[in-house]
């Protein structure tokens, strides 16, 4: 599988991963080149983006992620888009399902599993910890819609 550029200029990227469903068929390699899973893919480079590393994620029934692990400097938000599973921070498990949401802050081991009988697809964002210094910082503005319906 791969990224498709859809639209793009200096100021965004517009991208299409292709059906979530088949989310399945990206692999994921290490810094080696070697295969390090699959169902993973990563859109920073993708997307251009300059604060936020995002990636989209499919885990089949049975299937877990293939380590705990934390972050020293960023806060992860796990979102929840179809199946059931398990989610564990620290000592705590607790279920997940489509809906879901999970912010798990740095220095915290975490890790999901799949529990359900259909796929768990899942976005992932991670961005620096207390970054976030006005989340209002939005303006409105007068652009003629060019929608074509």
Same mark, same amino acid.
Do not use: W
């Given at each position: 599988?791969?990224?498709k550029t ?9 991208? #299409?991963?292709?059906?979530l469903?088949d989310?399945? =068929?990206?692999? *994921?390699k290490?810094? #080696? ?7 993973k893919v990563f /859109?920073? #480079?993708a997307?251009k983006? !300059?604060g936020?590393?995002?990636?989209y994620? /499919?885990?089949?029934p049975g $299937?877990g992620a293939?380590?705990? *692990?934390?972050? !020293?400097?960023?806060?992860e ?7 059931n599973?398990?989610y564990q921070?620290g000592?705590t498990?607790?279920p997940?399902k489509?809906?879901?949401?999970v912010?798990?802050?740095t =220095?915290t081991? *975490?890790?999901?599993? %799949?529990?359900?009988s259909a796929p768990l697809?899942? /976005?992932?964002?991670q %961005?620096?910890?207390?970054?976030l210094?006005d989340?209002? #910082?939005?303006?409105?503005? $007068?652009t003629e ?5």
């Amino acid at each position: 599988m791969s990224i498709k550029t859809i639209s793009e200029q200096n100021n965004y990227t517009a991208i #299409d991963l292709g059906n979530l469903a088949d989310l399945g =068929n990206y692999e *994921h390699k290490g810094p #080696d080149g070697k295969l390090f899973c699959t169902g993973k893919v990563f /859109l920073k #480079d993708a997307i251009k983006s !300059t604060g936020s590393q995002i990636s989209y994620n /499919l885990l089949l029934p049975g $299937q877990g992620a293939p380590f705990f *692990h934390s972050h !020293t400097q960023n806060e992860e938000v796990y979102c929840f888009i179809s199946g059931n599973g398990e989610y564990q921070v620290g000592e705590t498990v607790f279920p997940i399902k489509e809906g879901s949401v999970v912010r798990v802050g740095t =220095n915290t081991s *975490h890790s999901l599993k %799949n529990t359900g009988s259909a796929p768990l697809i899942f /976005l992932c964002i991670q %961005n620096k910890e207390g970054s976030l210094s006005d989340e209002r #910082d939005g303006v409105i503005e $007068q652009t003629e819609p060019k929608f074509s319906k």
